[in-house]
């Protein structure tokens, strides 16, 4: 594994994430929206994250900046960073499919739209957060700066929490006592832990 290696697989990630999206996304536009929570707090938590997650680690892959933020490359560090980049994958796949026309990139509810609790979700009531952090580890895993490495954690952790007890409290507003219910048997991110 080399620096630049591990830079493609940052980029080929990024690539994954849009080909498994870009078919969800396009029939989800079909499906009209009922209920939206969409406003300016929403659209900057987006935006932050997608500065960690993707602007500020592409402009170092492209530039290098910031230097300063540089510390030695490590292979190990970075086979262990395609692991976490497959599973990121892996997982962002599964939500996807089990989602499918009620997925939405934000806190949305479409019509028609059902409680989906199979698949990854019977164990997790939010894997597409859980692909997203696996995606911000493996970028700190790949990218050897602590500036654009560490963005996605810290891009896509303003995001989470400052959205997911917003997007739990839409849930229960649209499918009451049978997402109370849900919330009680699984977990947030992370199986038998949060």
């Not at 078919?23 to 935006?47: D, K, M, Q």
């Not at 692991?83 to 499918?100: D, E, N, P």
Request: charged share 15%.
């Amino acid at each position: 594994m080399t620096p630049s290696i591990a830079k493609v697989i940052f980029a080929l990630l990024a690539l994954g994430w849009y080909v498994i999206r870009f078919p969800y996304e396009r029939r989800s536009r079909r499906t009209p929206v009922v209920r939206n929570a969409r406003g300016p707090r929403e659209i900057a938590l987006l935006l932050v994250s997608l500065t960690g997650l993707g602007i500020l680690p592409f402009v170092y892959i492209a530039t290098g900046f910031p230097r300063f933020a540089g510390y030695s490359f490590r292979p190990a560090q970075a086979w262990l960073g395609l692991v976490v980049a497959i599973a990121a994958l892996v997982m962002f796949r599964l939500t996807h499919k089990a989602l499918g026309r009620n997925w939405s990139v934000s806190l949305e509810v479409r019509e028609s739209h059902t409680l989906i609790s199979d698949g990854v979700y019977r164990y997790l009531r939010h894997p597409m957060y859980t692909a997203f952090w696996l995606w911000a580890i493996a970028q700190a895993l790949l990218l050897p700066n602590w500036f654009a490495g560490c963005a996605g954690l810290v891009g896509f952790g303003i995001l989470f929490f400052g959205r997911v007890a917003k997007e739990e409290a839409l849930m229960l507003e649209s499918f009451g006592e049978d997402y109370r219910k849900y919330m009680s048997r699984t977990c947030r991110v992370i199986p038998w832990i949060y």
